[in-house]
């Protein structure tokens, strides 16, 4: 009878083992999830930002222009006082592509490791089930005197 209670023992400590296993898994890809769903929420608010304000500048630009050829009457002068200020405008907006395109890159990068970790800790679950499994068969076996 002590060897049943034993193998009974042994039995549901591998089971409860089994199910914190499996929660602790479930919770971590649920995490890995969360932080993913962040970091693009991130990323799109920041560019949007971003493209607001080289948005907003440029409309400001187009005005300082309309105002400069009123005030100036040469178009070619006007046309060169006014470059004088497009030119931030535009490094600004390269950056801003250069800024986005890394982000989507790192957005990327940040989700293929993210499916990699859920398959690493899937590969990791069914190793430890099957761990388990194997545990609890030899707890089963008769023992030979």
Known sequence: MADKERKEVVTNQIETLNEVNQALVESL???QERNLKYAQSVFESTIGL????AESARSLLEQWEQQAQK??????AAESYM???????S?????LEVVETA??????SFQKATESLQHAMLQGQKQWQEAA?????????PEKK
């Not at 470059?83 to 405008?89: D, G, Q, T, V």
């Not at 982000?103 to 990327?108: A, F, P, Q, V």
């Open 29 to 31: 890809s649920s995490a």
């Open 50 to 53: 971003l493209k607001n304000h």
């Open 71 to 76: 005030q100036i009457g040469d178009p070619k």
């Open 83 to 89: 470059s004088f200020f497009r030119a931030p405008l």
């Open 91 to 95: 490094a600004y907006q390269q950056t």
């Open 103 to 108: 982000s989507k890159r790192s957005l990327e």
């Open 133 to 141: 499994r194997q545990a609890q068969h030899l707890t089963e076996k």
